[in-house]
C-alpha cells in the first residue's frame, strides 16, 4: 500500500527521524494558517507547497512551489488544490491533487554548504536480503545516477536476521563524506530510519532528497513509502491512511469482493485460482500471441459470486479481447466456478468477447456438464496447449 509524503514522515517522525517541518492542507485558508504558525514558530520567510499524490516526479509537472509570504502560500494552494498533475509516474491522464503540503524552507536562503543525498531501504530479491542503497547524488532521480554516474550508488545488505551493525552505519556516513557533527547526526537518521521501516513492515522506503543543512542537521526533505498489505492486520493506524482516491477504481473493487488483481495492459483477461497458476497463464498468454490484461487470483474460496465479480472487473478495461479462466480445483471446486461463470452470464447480460474456460480437478466432470447444457457461447480446453490454441484463435 502507498502512503502519501505527509503519511511516510509522520511514521518517520514516530521514530526519531528529523524532517522537514510542515503540515497539510485542503484549502488555501488552512495553507495561510499553516504559513503563519511556520512563521511564527521557525521564523520562516518562504515556504515549500506540495501536491500530495502517490507519484514521483511532481516538481517537474508543477506540483512543488515555494511562496515567500503567507498570503502567497494561498495563492499557490488555491491554484494547486483541484488541479490534474501529470509527471511521469502518473500517465497522461495524471492525478486530482485534493491535498498539499505547506512546509518549512530548509534551505537556508543565503547560507552555503548545503548538500542533497539519496537514501533508500528496499527488499533485494537477488541477494534475498534488504539494502540500504544511498548516493551523494541526491534531488535527481535515482535512475539517472545509475545511468550516469554508477560509481556513486551504494549499497549496504542487512543480514539474514534484520539487524542493522553499528559499523554499517558509521560506514554508510563515511562513504558520504561527513565528518563531525553531520556525521553524527547521520548516523543517528539511519538508525531511525531502520527502525521505522522494520515496525511498519514497510517494503520500501525511499528518501530523495536527504538533506544536510548549512548547520549540519539531517534532514528527511520528502518521503516515498510502501507498506506491506499483507502486514496491515498488524497496523489498523497505518491502514488508516489508505487513499481510495489514489488507487485504480477497478483494484479498489476487487478488494473489496477478495480478489487479488493488478491491472496490466494487454488484450487478455485472466481469471485464475493460486498465484503460481496466475503466472504461468500469463506466460501462456503471451506465448499465444497475445499479452495478459490483468493478474485476477480468485483465490481458494471461489464461489459464484467472486466469479461474477472477477468478470465485471475484468470487462470493465476496454482493450480486453479475450477471457481465459484457468482453475484447477484443488481447494475450490470446478463445479462452483462453472456456476459462477453462468450466472455472470446471466446477470452482466449479452458478454461480447470470446471466453475460453479451463477447469481441471475436483468435480472438473460436473463443471464441463454444467458449462455444456447451459447454451453459453463458451469455448471450453482441456490442457494448456489446448487453451492457448483456443486463446490465439480468438484473437485471430
Request: negative net charge; hydrophobic residues 40%; glycine residues 10%.
Amino acid at each position: 500500500m502507498n502512503i502519501h509524503e505527509y503519511q511516510g514522515k509522520s511514521i518517520l517522525q514516530a521514530h526519531g527521524v528529523p524532517v522537514q517541518e510542515g503540515f497539510i492542507a485542503e484549502t488555501a485558508g488552512q495553507a495561510k494558517l499553516i504559513a503563519e504558525e511556520l512563521k511564527k514558530k521557525f521564523g520562516a520567510e518562504i515556504y515549500v507547497i506540495k501536491a500530495q499524490i502517490h507519484a514521483g516526479g511532481r516538481g517537474k509537472g508543477g506540483g512543488v512551489k515555494i511562496a515567500r509570504s503567507p498570503e502567497e502560500a494561498a495563492d499557490v494552494a488555491s491554484k494547486m488544490i483541484g488541479m490534474t498533475l501529470v509527471t511521469p509516474q502518473t500517465g497522461p491522464a495524471g492525478k486530482v491533487v485534493r491535498k498539499v503540503l505547506v512546509a518549512r524552507d530548509v534551505y537556508y536562503k543565503g547560507e552555503s554548504d548545503i548538500r542533497e543525498f539519496y537514501m533508500s531501504v528496499l527488499l533485494d530479491r537477488k541477494r534475498s536480503a534488504y539494502v540500504i542503497m544511498y548516493s551523494t547524488e541526491g534531488g535527481m532521480d535515482i535512475e539517472e545516477v545509475a545511468d550516469k554516474m554508477p560509481q556513486a550508488i551504494f549499497t549496504e545488505p542487512i543480514d539474514a536476521i534484520g539487524c542493522l551493525h553499528d559499523f554499517q552505519i558509521r560506514t554508510i556516513a563515511f562513504n558520504l563524506g561527513l565528518k563531525g557533527k553531520a556525521y553524527k547526526e547521520m548516523t543517528l537518521f539511519i538508525r531511525g530510519l531502520w527502525d521505522a521501516f522494520v515496525a511498519s513492515d514497510a517494503s520500501l522506503v525511499e528518501i530523495n532528497p536527504l538533506l544536510k543543512t548549512s548547520d549540519d542537521r539531517i534532514l528527511a526533505v520528502d518521503c516515498k513509502m510502501t507498506l506491506d498489505d499483507n502486514s496491515l492486520f498488524r497496523h489498523p493506524e497505518l491502514a488508516a491512511m489508505r487513499d481510495l482516491n489514489e488507487e485504480d477504481p477497478t483494484e479498489v473493487e476487487a478488494t473489496n469482493n477478495n480478489l487479488n488483481y493488478v491491472k496490466l495492459d494487454g488484450d487478455v483477461g485472466c481469471m485464475v485460482n493460486g498465484a503460481g497458476l496466475a503466472m504461468a497463464t500469463m506466460d501462456l498468454i503471451q506465448l499465444s500471441g497475445g499479452k495478459p490484461a490483468n493478474f485476477l487470483d480468485v483465490g481458494g474460496g471461489a464461489n459464484p459470486k467472486t466469479v461474477e465479480a472477477g468478470f465485471r472487473i475484468i470487462l470493465k478495461d476496454p482493450n480486453v479481447k479475450a477471457i481465459l479462466v484457468n482453475i484447477f480445483g484443488g481447494i475450490v471446486r470446478c463445479d462452483r466456478v462453472a456456476t459462477g461463470i453462468i450466472e455472470a452470464y446471466k446477470t452482466i447480460g449479452d458478454i461480447s468477447v470470446p471466453v475460453i474456460v479451463r477447469l481441471q480437478g475436483t468435480n472438473a466432470t460436473e463443471a464441463k456438464r454444467l458449462i455444456d447444457h447451459s447454451g453459453l457461447k463458451v469455448i471450453t480446453a482441456s490442457t494448456f496447449t489446448d487453451a492457448a490454441e483456443k486463446v490465439r484463435a480468438a484473437l485471430n
